[in-house]
């Protein structure tokens, strides 16, 4: 039996390292090869960016408690533990959303009554919808993936945080959607990966799971440059849904 266990743990481990090597590929190519992350880099930005990325975090971040929530109604057929953490998970993420618009009212010359949120960007709406999609159908384990790299994305954005945090000029106060998340992220993101290690039994379960990871980050990719996209349309003076920005 000891050698047994010994064997399954050795697999795992195994498999994380794939599945970190993987998922520190796809950073390395989304951040390399983006307009939004380059400007930061560039210090080429004002408020107006940092507002536009936290008007679609606002977005997507509101339906991540449902769409875990609608795993859990699927993974009845699963063991108790993961149908109890899909639910736990998503009372934990509910209201998360409200931390970026905080940050964004915090910014200084917009008030809550003076602008209504425009619909989310279409690549913010592609995200949103993939999520529900691999909530509701396949392997119930496969959200898995991304919460594996949503939960432990600090390590590769934080460098972009504190580029925005200096040239911006921001307080910890208007960042708390980075700054305490991270810290609530750190438990989840453990709760996650053993999650994954007890579930994941067959071939199939963890190449659900990587594939997951790949594709629901590249899809997030894809709203950080339509985010900058945006942002050049409001530089110009193009009719934009995000005018009200200006006042920042």
Known sequence: ???QEEQVASDAKARFEALDQKLKA???DVLEHSKLVHAIERGTIDKRLYALYLLETYQY?????????????????????????CFEHASEEAGHELMALHDLLSLGGLK??????????????????????ISATGNPLRR?????????????????????????????A???????????????ALQVRKMIAQNCKREADWRDVEQVM??????TGGMMEAVHTEYERLMAGEPSPYTFLNAL
Request: charged share 15%; net charge neutral; proline share 7%.
């Open 1 to 3: 039996m000891a050698v």
């Open 26 to 28: 796809t950073w390395k």
């Open 61 to 85: 971040t509101l339906h991540n408690a449902r769409n875990q929530a609608l795993v859990g109604v699927r993974a009845i057929s699963e063991n108790g533990p993961y149908l109890k953490f």
């Open 112 to 133: 809550r009554e003076d602008f209504e949120v425009p619909p989310p960007l279409p690549a913010t709406e592609v995200l949103i919808g993939y999520l529900y999609w």
């Open 144 to 172: 898995l993936g991304y919460s594996y790299w949503a939960e432990n994305s600090y390590h590769y954005i934080n460098p972009l945080i504190t580029h925005v945090q200096r040239t911006l000029q921001l307080k910890p």
């Open 174 to 188: 208007q960042m708390t959607f980075f700054v305490s998340h991270a810290r609530i992220d750190e438990e989840h």
């Open 214 to 219: 790949v594709t629901s980050l590249r899809l």
